[in-house]
């Protein structure tokens, strides 16, 4: 039963997530009869599966909303915003609810009791009765002009014995039919076995159902396309002239013409049992597992790769290649199952953007691009928060008051955009705003007076906006319960720099801030660089690589300011042995590994470089976290542990022990 109560849980809170979806597309375009219907299809369903596992208290709460949008669905209310803010706040409470099916505590019954009497209020205003229905009141007239639209569905429905098994209860089907329209539904017992020969796990009963309802076919299947090829499904469509004359529903036997001797029916659907199943829904402990073993197999695949090197016999050579060739095939299908589309975290913003703008009293216009962009499922759920910190300074710090941005030249409201997109191997996701921008120098001067740099200090405009990530550091003016506590931001780009992400930020004041987070596709296995320093491996990440070559190769290296010329063009190196404190080897012999920083070019010196390596990912442990350089360890072929270099943190370490040292 427990299995069951997950798969309620779980069903429910993608439902509701959908169910707010719509709600804010509903605001934005209130006379859609599709979103509408897809409100109540939501809020009906939640209600059928709530009171078939004896969730009462919900089943109860969501047939009051259902109520109010049959009014709406009906024609006899208007989507208000009143009813919109009421209903959002009712679907924040049925989260929890869902989320906490068997907790009624005090919290809950109060806010319970305050959104009925809201719904009644508002309702009585608009001198509506909830306890009746909205088909009582229409008008004759208004019958007539609903009946023409409706179409007339016969449905065979006989699920395969061993449907259970999969977690799928045919009555939560039935409930979404009923939600389409007027349902008359008759339950067929007659291959139902003595009771000395049921088996409880079996599903005996078919079910004959007449549909009269304005959706499309499509609607009506996709209610059964998760047990497409579990059942036997029949679908006729009855046409309008021969409805009344045609289809009888006598005792508990439905009986319709034989649709090859009029043309009154066309079969849309017959039966059939070689249909394949096109999607399934995996938990997600499932995918972190097959990652898991991937990753595994992927570092047992280096070992093998070393002993065919260490034994050259030609077919232990040919298996390590088949392998290696299948690994990686099978590494790219377990990532593009774990690969989630952007757009599917992107509601809560929705919603913070339209419930903090109201608070704020601002008008903002939140607009998407790219959301079909794919990320690590594992990348997204670290992003969350962070994007939501970041919206929050956008809105409170950067759009400005209506008085303001028309005193500016501007429109009215606000624009934020959420813009994602794939650039080589990595995804991008801007937030760009139009509002007040953010001034460098007021950054500088501030960075100046907590003493974090030297007053004659030269810094391009990239650098002072790095400031901005610093602890504490905060140029608000005012502190309110939004934002302006100077603890924030830091926490973001540590967030970030966790799923080994980077973030930057430019603007211009009066016309708006951009802020860019790279990230790459996947967080568990890298392309990387294994390079050897002071006697000990390291890898490289890859995507931050732009060349190597050897020193000898260079036209100078100057050890007293840490620069080398390279192309004509000075390029400022860190000596990986002299960072970790190691005995560094003669010049002539190391090789220098050329990469990016900030979008400059940087040099990292290393004894020598071994070759491309593909890393597993693997945390140092709770003694190491403190460690801010390394990402992470990998087990390499021989069974040596490799440290993985996250450069970016080199480099910012470096320069901050320099930026230091001047100040003092």
């Given at each position: 039963m427990e299995?069951?109560?997950?798969?309620y849980?779980e069903?429910?809170?993608?439902l509701l997530?959908?169910?707010?979806?719509?709600?804010?597309?509903?605001e934005?375009?209130?006379n859609?009869?599709?979103?509408?219907?897809?409100v109540?299809r939501a809020?009906?369903?939640i209600?059928?599966?709530?009171?078939?596992?004896?969730?009462?208290?919900?089943?109860?709460?969501?047939h009051?909303?259902?109520?109010?949008y049959?009014y709406?669905?009906?024609?006899?209310?208007?989507?208000?915003?009143?009813?919109?803010?009421?209903t959002?706040?009712a679907?924040?409470?049925?989260?929890?609810?869902?989320?906490?099916?068997?907790?009624?505590?005090?919290v809950l019954?109060?806010?319970h009791?305050?959104l009925?009497?809201?719904?009644?209020?508002?309702?009585?205003e608009?001198?509506v009765?909830?306890a009746?229905?909205?088909?009582?009141?229409?008008?004759?007239?208004?019958?007539?002009?609903?009946?023409?639209?409706?179409?007339?569905?016969?449905?065979h429905?006989a699920?395969?014995?061993?449907?259970?098994?999969?977690?799928?209860?045919?009555?939560?089907?039935?409930?979404?039919?009923?939600a389409l329209?007027?349902c008359?539904?008759?339950?067929?017992?007659?291959?139902?076995?003595?009771?000395?020969?049921?088996?409880?796990?079996?599903?005996?009963?078919?079910?004959?159902?007449?549909l009269q309802?304005e959706?499309e076919?499509?609607a009506i299947?996709k209610?059964?396309v998760?047990?497409?090829?579990?059942?036997t499904l029949?679908?006729?469509?009855v046409?309008?002239?021969?409805?009344q004359?045609n289809l009888?529903?006598r005792?508990?036997?439905?009986?319709?013409?034989d649709?090859?001797?009029t043309?009154?029916f066309?079969?849309?659907?017959?039966s059939?049992?070689?249909n394949?199943?096109?999607s399934?829904r995996v938990p997600?402990e499932?995918l972190?597992?097959?990652?898991?073993?991937v990753?595994?197999?992927?570092?047992?695949?280096?070992?093998?790769?070393?002993?065919?090197?260490?034994?050259?016999?030609s077919e232990?050579?040919?298996?390590?290649?088949?392998?290696?060739k299948?690994?990686?095939?099978?590494?790219?299908?377990?990532f593009?199952?774990?690969?989630?589309?952007?757009?599917?975290m992107l509601?809560?913003?929705n919603?913070?953007?339209?419930?903090?703008?109201?608070?704020?009293?601002?008008?903002?216009?939140?607009?998407?691009?790219?959301?079909d962009?794919e990320l690590?499922?594992n990348?997204?759920?670290?992003?969350?928060?962070?994007l939501?910190?970041?919206?929050?300074?956008?809105?409170d710090?950067g759009?400005?008051d209506?008085?303001?941005?028309?005193?500016?030249?501007k429109?009215k409201?606000g624009?934020?955009?959420?813009k994602?997109?794939?650039?080589?191997?990595?995804v991008?996701?801007?937030?760009?705003?139009?509002?007040?921008?953010?001034?460098p120098?007021?950054?500088?001067?501030?960075?100046?007076?907590k003493?974090?740099?030297?007053k004659?200090?030269?810094?391009?405009?990239?650098e002072?906006?790095?400031?901005?990530?610093?602890?504490?550091?905060?140029?608000a003016?005012?502190?309110?319960?939004?934002?302006?506590?100077?603890?924030?931001?830091d926490?973001?780009?540590?967030?970030?720099?966790?799923?080994?992400?980077?973030i930057?930020?430019?603007?211009?004041?009066?016309?708006?801030?951009?802020i860019?987070i790279?990230?790459?596709?996947?967080?568990?296995?890298?392309d990387?660089?294994?390079?050897?320093?002071s006697?000990?491996p390291f890898?490289?990440?890859?995507s931050?690589?732009e060349?190597?070559?050897?020193?000898?190769?260079?036209?100078?290296?100057?050890?007293f300011?840490?620069v080398l010329?390279?192309?004509?063009?000075q390029?400022p190196?860190?000596?990986l042995?002299?960072?970790?404190?190691?005995?560094?080897?003669?010049d002539?012999?190391?090789?220098v590994?050329?990469?990016?920083?900030e979008e400059?070019?940087?040099?990292?010196?290393?004894?020598s470089?071994l070759?491309?390596?593909?890393?597993?990912?693997?945390p140092?442990?709770?003694?190491?976290?403190?460690?801010?350089?390394?990402?992470?360890?990998?087990i390499?072929g021989?069974?040596?542990?490799?440290?993985?270099?996250d450069?970016?943190?080199?480099a910012?370490?470096?320069?901050?022990?320099?930026?230091?040292a001047?100040v003092?």
């Amino acid at each position: 039963m427990e299995q069951y109560k997950d798969n309620y849980i779980e069903e429910s809170l993608e439902l509701l997530s959908e169910l707010e979806k719509a709600l804010l597309l509903l605001e934005i375009t209130p006379n859609d009869p599709e979103l509408i219907q897809e409100v109540f299809r939501a809020l009906h369903t939640i209600k059928g599966n709530s009171s078939m596992f004896g969730f009462a208290i919900v089943a109860d709460f969501t047939h009051y909303l259902e109520s109010v949008y049959e009014y709406i669905r009906n024609g006899q209310l208007k989507i208000t915003k009143p009813i919109l803010n009421i209903t959002l706040a009712a679907v924040d409470h049925l989260f929890t609810l869902v989320k906490h099916p068997d907790d009624h505590n005090q919290v809950l019954s109060e806010t319970h009791l305050a959104l009925n009497a809201k719904m009644d209020s508002l309702l009585k205003e608009l001198n509506v009765n909830p306890a009746e229905t909205g088909s009582q009141f229409l008008s004759a007239s208004q019958n007539a002009e609903l009946s023409s639209k409706l179409k007339t569905y016969v449905i065979h429905f006989a699920p395969h014995q061993n449907i259970f098994y999969n977690g799928t209860n045919p009555l939560t089907l039935l409930a979404e039919l009923q939600a389409l329209g007027n349902c008359q539904i008759v339950c067929n017992t007659a291959d139902v076995p003595l009771l000395e020969n049921i088996e409880p796990t079996y599903c005996y009963t078919t079910w004959d159902i007449t549909l009269q309802t304005e959706a499309e076919l499509e609607a009506i299947q996709k209610i059964f396309v998760f047990v497409t090829g579990q059942c036997t499904l029949d679908i006729t469509i009855v046409q309008p002239e021969a409805q009344q004359d045609n289809l009888q529903v006598r005792g508990s036997e439905l009986t319709a013409p034989d649709p090859f001797a009029t043309a009154a029916f066309e079969k849309v659907i017959g039966s059939d049992k070689s249909n394949v199943i096109s999607s399934i829904r995996v938990p997600s402990e499932k995918l972190d597992t097959l990652m898991s073993l991937v990753s595994e197999l992927i570092t047992l695949q280096a070992k093998l790769g070393t002993l065919a090197e260490q034994n050259p016999q030609s077919e232990l050579l040919g298996v390590s290649e088949s392998f290696e060739k299948i690994l990686t095939r099978l590494r790219d299908n377990a990532f593009s199952l774990c690969l989630v589309p952007v757009k599917t975290m992107l509601t809560p913003f929705n919603r913070l953007v339209r419930d903090l703008a109201g608070e704020l009293n601002k008008q903002i216009e939140f607009v998407t691009e790219g959301t079909d962009t794919e990320l690590d499922k594992n990348i997204i759920e670290g992003l969350s928060d962070p994007l939501m910190h970041l919206l929050r300074n956008s809105i409170d710090h950067g759009i400005e008051d209506e008085q303001t941005r028309v005193s500016l030249g501007k429109r009215k409201q606000g624009r934020i955009l959420f813009k994602a997109y794939c650039a080589g191997t990595n995804v991008y996701i801007e937030i760009q705003d139009d509002g007040k921008g953010i001034d460098p120098e007021k950054i500088k001067a501030k960075a100046i007076e907590k003493g974090l740099i030297a007053k004659d200090e030269a810094l391009t405009e990239a650098e002072i906006f790095n400031l901005i990530f610093l602890p504490g550091f905060s140029t608000a003016e005012r502190i309110s319960t939004i934002s302006g506590r100077g603890v924030g931001m830091d926490v973001v780009k540590r967030k970030i720099e966790s799923i080994r992400g980077q973030i930057k930020i430019s603007s211009v004041v009066n016309r708006g801030t951009t802020i860019t987070i790279k990230l790459p596709i996947t967080v568990s296995i890298i392309d990387g660089l294994l390079v050897q320093v002071s006697g000990a491996p390291f890898v490289i990440p890859l995507s931050s690589v732009e060349r190597c070559l050897e020193a000898p190769a260079v036209q100078q290296i100057s050890r007293f300011n840490k620069v080398l010329i390279l192309d004509g063009q000075q390029v400022p190196y860190i000596d990986l042995a002299e960072e970790f404190g190691g005995s560094p080897a003669d010049d002539r012999s190391r090789e220098v590994v050329l990469a990016y920083f900030e979008e400059k070019r940087i040099a990292f010196m290393v004894d020598s470089v071994l070759g491309k390596f593909q890393a597993v990912l693997k945390p140092l442990g709770l003694l190491y976290q403190t460690i801010q350089n390394i990402s992470g360890a990998t087990i390499l072929g021989d069974g040596n542990i490799a440290l993985v270099l996250d450069t970016n943190k080199v480099a910012e370490q470096y320069l901050q022990r320099k930026r230091s040292a001047h100040v003092s």
